[in-house]
Nanobody, 115 residues
């Protein structure tokens, strides 16, 4: 199983980005899918999660309302739409999936928000 994240980049504060993560390999059923991020000098932290049925949860009020997670089960993809970006959103963003009791991580995509 491999996860490939994309969509990161450099954006000004207030801008938007859409991250995508594609799962590939011998995988037909994906349980939860999620996004985490790791800012420089900090630990990796939870951002958002979505169940197979589409129930989403978010880390806290600082991201809820600005970041929206979604998924496409047929395409085995998870997305993170980010709006009103802030410099503190700067981090490497990682996707994660749970499949058959195992957890898989993507390699991450860099998001940099300039002030």
């Amino acid at each position: 199983v491999q996860l490939q994240a994309s969509g990161g980049g450099l954006v000004q504060a207030g801008g938007s980005l859409r991250l995508s993560c594609a799962a590939s390999g011998d995988i037909f059923y994906i349980d939860d899918m999620g996004w985490y991020r790791q800012a420089p000098g900090k630990q990796r932290e939870f951002v958002a999660r979505i169940t197979r049925s589409g129930i989403a949860s978010y880390a806290d009020s600082s991201v809820k309302g600005r970041l929206t997670i979604s998924r496409d089960n047929a395409k085995k993809m998870v997305y993170l739409q980010m709006t009103s970006l802030k410099p503190e959103d700067t981090a490497v963003y990682y996707c994660k999936i749970n499949h058959s009791g195992r957890t898989y991580w993507g390699k991450g995509t860099q998001v940099t928000v300039s002030s």
